[in-house]
C-alpha cells in the first residue's frame, strides 16, 4: 500500500491506545500491517491466530484509532474489510522513571520468537560519548532507518530493526542505592 496519503506519524497519547498497543498480539498484527493492506482473514494467517482473535484485536486497534478500514469489496455477499496503519509510524509517551518501556518489551519478544537458525544480527556497545557525540549518533541511526524503510519492498520478507540509544542509570540510582 502506498503511504503517501497516510499521516508520517501517530502520537499514542490515550489510555485506551496506550493499551492498544501494549499487548503483544496487536503489536504484531500492526507490524502485518506496516507495508500493506490486510483482511482479517491474512492477518489471522500471518499472525497464527484465530479469525476471532484476530477480528477482536484488530476492532480493539480500529477504535483506539491505530489501524482503520482503507478499502472494501464483497465477496459471495460478504463484505471483506481491508485494514492498514493509520500513520507510517507510531509514536509511544516516554515511560517516565520505572516505567515499563514497551517497545523494547515488544522487540524482545519478537527476538525470541525469532527462528533460532535465521541470520539475525544483534549487538550491544557500551560507549562513551559527549553530548554532541550522543545527538549525532541519535540522528545518524534515525536517518538509516529511514534510508531503509523507504527502500522497503512489501514483496519480501520481513525484517526489524530495533535500536536503543540511551544513558544508563547510575549504578546507585539503578538498584536503589544499595550494593
Given at each position: ?25 496487536r ?46 469489496r ?17 509514536v ?32 550491544m ?20 532507518a ?9 514483496s519480501?520478507?520481513d ?11 547510575q ?9
Amino acid at each position: 500500500m502506498p503511504t503517501d496519503g497516510l499521516p508520517e506519524t501517530f502520537h499514542v497519547t490515550t489510555d485506551e491506545q496506550l493499551r492498544a498497543v501494549s499487548n503483544l498480539t496487536r503489536h504484531r498484527i500492526m507490524a502485518v500491517l506496516r507495508f500493506e493492506p490486510a483482511t482479517i482473514t491474512q492477518i489471522a494467517e500471518r499472525v497464527g491466530l484465530a479469525k476471532g482473535s484476530s477480528s477482536y484485536h484488530v476492532r480493539l486497534l480500529e477504535r483506539a484509532g491505530l489501524v482503520k478500514v482503507v478499502r472494501t469489496r464483497k465477496v459471495r455477499g460478504v463484505t471483506e474489510r481491508y485494514y492498514a496503519m493509520a500513520a507510517r509510524a507510531i509514536v509511544l509517551p516516554d515511560p517516565g522513571e520505572g516505567g515499563p518501556d514497551l517497545l523494547m518489551r515488544h522487540v524482545v519478544a519478537d527476538l525470541e520468537a525469532s527462528p533460532a537458525d535465521g541470520e539475525r544480527h544483534v549487538r550491544m556497545a557500551h560507549l562513551r560519548l559527549t553530548e554532541e557525540q550522543f545527538a549525532q549518533l541519535g540522528a545518524r541511526l534515525d536517518a538509516l532507518a529511514d534510508e531503509y524503510r523507504e527502500l522497503s519492498d512489501p514483496s519480501l520478507p520481513d525484517v526489524s530493526l530495533a535500536f536503543a540509544l540511551f544513558r544508563p542509570a547510575q549504578r546507585g540510582q539503578a538498584d536503589g542505592g544499595s550494593k
